[in-house]
């Protein structure tokens, strides 16, 4: 499943997933695979990246359930 809470996060900051990926210590296509649903990041990469974009684990990585 597509990831864009992240994406639209990184853009209000208007950080490109190179910054991001350098402020968390993963590749920028480590950012480019989360963002489109095609790696499952660790609890402690979803943290780095919560820190870096202000926002908590809820707001980017929990999903609705739309049942």
Not at 10 to 21: D, F, G, P, V
Not at 29 to 58: F, H, R, V, W
Request: hydrophobic share 35%; proline share 1%.
């Amino acid at each position: 499943m597509k990831n864009v809470k992240i994406k639209i996060a990184r853009m209000e900051k208007n950080i490109s997933q190179i910054q991001l990926a350098k402020q968390v210590g993963v590749t920028r296509q480590t950012i480019g695979m989360i963002e489109s649903g095609d790696y499952n990041p660790s609890l402690k990469l979803c943290i780095a990246i919560c820190k870096e974009l202000g926002k908590t684990l809820d707001e980017l990585f929990w999903e609705e359930d739309e049942s």
